[in-house]
C-alpha cells in the first residue's frame, strides 16, 4: 500500500538538494506526525503527479528546519491566539516545518531502480511521501541480490555536518534489511564511524 | 581449488621493490607475524598458481588517536565506545610481503611471476603442509636430509624443516652465533641427523671445548640404528693426536717457531728442502731434520761433528726446532693419525683440542686439512690404491669450532690459506667444510662468503652483523634486523641447502648437549652443603684440637 504524502517540494538549492514543506494542519486530511519525516527516512517525490513520465525520485532526509514568522517579535499581542485562530487562521499557516531532501536515485516508470544522480528533476508542489520497506529494499538490492550503496559517494561529497550520521543511520536501516550482507556493510559502516566519531574526537 | 582458509588481508598494491607487494590486514588473531608465509592465488601461463611470499614489514595504519591513550587504565575501545564507535574493528595493518613465487617441483626452486598481484586480491596464511613441502629441499628422515627443527612463526613441529645434506657438504656451512644462543647445541642436531642412518657421512669434528664428547651416546640409541647399521663416535683426546713431523710443511714450521730472523728463515727453508731430499719415501724425524739445518749452515766447517757449533743461526734454529717440535706431545716422528682412520662412512670423529696451545691448534688442523684434500684430490685421480692410509674413496665434511681461530680476519694463521683452498675448490673433491663461530667480525670475510648454507642465530655485536651482511648474500635486510631479537635455539637457515631463507627453531636433541654453562651459584651453594662439612669432619678426624697458648698481654703467642 502507498504511503500517505507528507509534504510537498517548494524549493530547491540544487539539482538533487530539495526542500519539502511538510502538510500542516488543513492541507490534507491527516496531518503527517513527526516521526513520519524523522532524519535519514527514505522518501519518494513523484513526478507523474505533474503529468510526468511515471518516474519517482528517491531520496532521503537529511535536515529539518522551522519556520516561524512569530519568531523575533517579542513585544506583547494584542491578540491572544485563540482568536488570532479564529479571526486570522492565515497567519498561522505561516509556520511551517521545512525537510531538506538529498536525491539519491530514482525509480523508473517500470519501477527499476537506479541510484545515483537522477536525470530528472522535481518540480514544485510535487507531492512527497516516505517509502515503503518493500520500495526500500528493492531500491537498494542488486541484480544479485546483494545491497547497493552507490549514492555513498555522493553523500559524502556534500561536506554537510550531518551526511556521515546520515549514512551511518541508512546503513544501519540496510544492516536490519540485508542481513545476510551485514559483513560488508560492516566494514562501510566501520570507516565511516571511524572517520566521523574516532579521528575528529582525537 | 588451492585455496583452503579464509583470506587474512587483502592486496593494496606493490612494494617499495619490484618483488615487494602490500597488503592490509586487520589481523586481530595476529597471525601475521613478522618472517610469517603467506600467499595470493593468480594465474600463471594458464594455470593457477599459489605465489608464496614473507612477510617483511607490518605497519599500523589505522590507530587510535593519542588524546584517547591518556589514562592507562581506560582502554581507548572504551573512549570510542563512549563517542559511539562499538566495533571491534579498531586496528589495521598494512604488511610488507616481499615475493618468493610459486615451487616448481622440477626446478626445486622458487619461480618469481614478476608481476605484483592485483589490488584487492585475497591473501592467504600459508598452511603447514604447503610450506613442509616448498621450504625444504627434502622431507624429513629421506636420505640426505638433516632434519633440524621447524618454522617459528608456526607450533613447534608443525612445519618440519630439513636442510639438504648435499647443499652443505658440497658447497660448505657456516653455523654463526653469540654465545650461549645455541651453536653447539645446533651442531649437534646436525651431526645427529649426518650420522642418521639415512645419511652416514664420514665427519670429523674439530672440538676445541671439548663439548661434543655426549655424541657417543649416538652409538646405543636405537633412533640411529637401523639394520646392520650403527654410527660410530670416535673421541682422539689431546694425548691421543699425534701430527707426524715430516707432515709439516716449511709454512707450518715458521709459524710454529717463534721470532725467526730473515737469516733463519732462509736457512729453514733450505733445510726443509735438505731433508725432504734426502728423506727416504718422504719420511724424515726431528733428528733428521736438525741435521739437515746443521749441513745447511752457512760456512760449515766439515768437521767430523758435521756442523758448526759456533754458529749462533743454527744453534737458534735448533734451539727452536727442539722447543717447538721435541718437547711437544702432539708432534711425533713417526705417529701420525691415519686419514682412514679419521674418516669412515657412518663414523664422526671428534679432534679434542682443549689444552693444546692456539698455534699447535692452528697447524694441527692446518695438517689435517692439508692431507684431506690432498688424500681425496690424489684418490680421485686414482693416484692412491686401496689399502693405502690416505685412500679415501668418499665425501668427507669437516665441521671446525671456533673457525675464526683458524681463519682470523686480521691477522695470520697457517691454516687460513689450506682452508680457503678447500672452501673455493673442496666441491670438486668432495671436502666439503662447517664453521661454527661466534665472532663472525674476527673470521675472513672471504671464508665466510664462501660458505653456501648459513645457519645464523642470535648476533647483537653491530660489527658481527656488518660482517654477515657483507658476506652472507642470501639473507635479506629483514632476516638480518631480526637476528639481535632471536632467543636461544632459533636460527636463520638460509643459502643452498633451503628453498628460501627460514626462520626456525632447533629441535631437540637426542643425545645430551654436552656444551652447557656451569651454574657456578649452585656450585658454590653445594660446596657449603656437601664439601665443606666433608672437609671439616676430615679436619676434624686427622688432628687433635688446636692448642692456642696466649702471651699475658693477650697477644696469640703460637697455635
Given amino acids: 500500500m502507498m504511503q500517505q504524502p507528507i509534504g510537498k517540494i517548494v524549493k530547491s538549492n540544487s539539482h538533487i538538494d530539495y526542500v519539502c514543506q511538510v502538510f500542516g494542519v488543513g492541507e ?26 511515471g518516474a519517482t525520485l528517491v531520496g532521503l532526509i537529511y535536515n529539518t528546519l522551522l519556520m516561524n514568522p512569530e519568531f523575533g517579535a517579542l513585544g506583547p499581542r494584542l491578540s491572544p491566539r485563540s482568536e488570532v485562530e479564529i479571526f486570522s487562521p492565515d497567519y498561522l499557516a505561516e509556520t511551517a516545518t521545512l525537510l531538506g531532501v538529498i536525491s539519491i536515485g530514482w525509480f523508473d516508470a517500470a519501477g527499476r531502480a537506479q ?29 544479485d541480490g546483494q545491497p547497493q550503496l552507490r549514492y555513498a559517494p555522493q553523500l559524502l561529497a556534500q561536506k554537510h555536518a550531518l551526511v556521515a550520521p546520515l549514512l551511518l543511520s541508512v546503513i544501519d536501516r540496510l544492516s536490519d534489511l540485508f542481513p545476510h550482507s551485514r559483513s560488508r556493510l560492516a566494514v562501510m559502516r566501520n570507516n565511516v564511524a571511524w572517520k566521523s566519531i574516532v579521528q575528529p574526537a582525537g | 581449488m588451492i585455496v583452503k582458509h579464509p583470506a587474512i588481508g587483502t592486496v ?15 589481523d586481530p588473531e595476529r597471525r601475521v607475524k613478522h618472517g610469517e608465509f603467506v600467499y595470493y592465488v593468480t594465474a600463471v601461463d594458464g594455470d593457477e598458481r599459489q605465489i608464496l611470499g614473507r612477510v617483511t614489514g607490518r605497519r599500523p595504519v589505522k590507530l587510535f588517536p593519542d588524546s584517547f591513550l591518556a589514562d592507562p587504565g581506560v582502554p581507548p575501545t572504551s573512549v570510542a565506545a563512549l563517542l559511539g564507535y562499538e566495533s571491534d574493528a579498531t586496528e589495521l595493518f598494512e604488511i610488507t610481503v616481499t615475493v618468493l613465487g610459486y615451487h616448481s617441483p622440477q626446478l626445486g626452486d622458487f619461480i618469481n611471476p614478476r608481476v605484483p598481484p592485483v589490488n584487492g586480491a585475497p591473501v592467504y596464511i600459508a598452511d603447514d603442509e604447503l610450506l613442509g613441502a616448498v621450504l625444504s629441499k627434502r622431507r624429513r628422515g629421506e636420505r640426505g636430509s ?75 640409541l636405537a633412533e640411529f640404528s637401523a639394520g646392520n647399521y650403527k654410527p660410530r663416535v670416535r673421541i682422539f683426546r689431546p694425548d691421543q693426536l699425534r701430527v707426524r713431523i715430516d707432515t709439516l710443511t716449511i709454512a707450518d714450521l715458521r709459524y710454529l717457531l717463534p721470532n725467526l730472523s730473515e737469516k733463519m728463515h732462509y736457512q729453514l727453508g733450505r733445510a726443509f728442502s735438505f731433508a725432504q731430499r734426502s728423506a727416504k719415501n718422504g719420511h724424515y724425524t726431528l733428528e733428521q731434520l736438525l741435521y739437515a739445518v746443521r749441513q745447511t749452515a752457512e760456512g760449515k766447517k766439515n768437521d767430523e761433528a758435521g756442523f758448526d757449533e759456533d754458529d749462533p743461526t743454527t744453534g737458534a734454529l735448533i734451539w727452536r726446532l727442539h722447543a717447538a717440535l721435541g718437547n711437544s706431545r702432539i708432534f711425533h716422528d713417526f705417529e701420525n693419525l691415519e686419514l682412514d682412520e679419521l674418516f669412515k662412512p657412518g663414523q664422526c670423529t671428534i679432534i679434542q683440542l682443549n689444552e693444546i696451545d692456539r698455534r699447535e691448534q692452528q697447524v694441527i688442523v692446518a695438517t689435517l686439512l692439508r692431507r684431506v684434500y690432498q688424500a681425496r684430490m690424489d684418490t680421485a685421480k686414482g693416484k692412491l690404491e686401496r689399502g693405502d692410509p690416505s685412500h679415501l674413496p668418499y665425501p668427507v665434511f669437516c665441521l671446525l669450532e671456533e673457525a675464526h681461530n683458524y681463519a682470523p680476519a686480521n691477522a695470520d694463521a697457517v691454516s687460513s690459506d689450506v682452508l680457503k683452498t678447500i672452501l673455493s675448490e673442496g666441491r670438486k673433491f668432495g671436502v666439503g667444510i662447517g664453521l661454527i663461530t ?35 648474500e642470501s639473507v635479506g635486510r629483514d632476516l638480518l634486523r631480526e637476528l639481535p631479537s632471536l632467543s636461544k635455539g632459533q636460527v636463520v637457515v638460509s643459502g643452498a641447502s633451503v628453498n628460501t631463507p627460514v626462520l626456525l627453531k632447533v629441535r631437540k636433541r637426542i643425545t645430551q648437549h654436552g656444551g652447557q654453562d656451569l651454574d657456578a651459584p649452585a656450585e658454590w ?32 703467642l703460637w697455635a
Fill in chain 2, 438 to 472: 661466534q665472532r663472525p667480525g674476527k673470521l675472513d670475510g672471504d671464508v665466510l662468503s664462501q660458505c653456501m648454507t648459513q645457519c645464523i642465530m642470535r648476533i647483537t655485536n653491530p660489527i658481527d652483523q656488518n660482517r654477515i651482511a657483507e658476506s652472507v
Fill in chain 1, 115 to 143: 541510484q545515483g544522480v537522477p536525470a530528472l528533476a522535481a518540480t514544485v508542489n510535487c507531492p512527497v511521501r516516505l517509502l515503503t520497506q518493500e520500495e526500500i529494499i528493492t531500491f537498494h538490492a542488486g541484480m
Fill in chain 2, 146 to 220: 638433516a632434519h633440524i627443527g621447524s618454522l617459528l612463526s608456526r607450533p613447534e613441529g608443525a612445519v618440519p624443516i630439513a636442510l639438504d645434506v648435499r647443499g652443505f657438504t658440497g658447497t660448505h656451512l657456516a653455523v654463526i652465533a653469540s654465545t650461549g644462543s645455541g651453536k653447539s647445541y645446533l651442531a649437534g642436531v646436525l651431526l645427529e641427523e649426518m650420522l642418521a642412518p639415512h645419511n652416514r657421512a664420514a665427519v670429523l669434528v674439530v672440538d676445541p671445548h671439548g663439548e661434543y664428547s655426549t655424541l657417543q651416546e649416538m652409538m646405543n
Fill in chain 1, 28 to 53: 490534507t486530511p491527516q496531518p503527517p506526525a513527526p516521526e513520519d519525516y524523522s532524519f535519514g527516512a527514505f522518501v519518494a517525490a513523484e513526478l507523474e503527479a505533474n503529468g510526468g513520465t
Fill in chain 2, 525 to 556: 651453594m653445594r660446596w657449603f652443603e656437601e664439601d665443606r662439612p666433608a672437609q671439616a669432619e676430615r679436619a676434624a678426624a686427622l688432628y687433635a684440637e688446636k692448642k692456642v697458648n696466649y702471651e699475658d698481654d693477650g697477644d696469640v
Fill in chain 2, 12 to 26: 593494496k598494491g606493490p612494494g617499495e621493490t619490484p618483488n615487494d607487494y602490500l597488503f592490509i590486514a586487520p
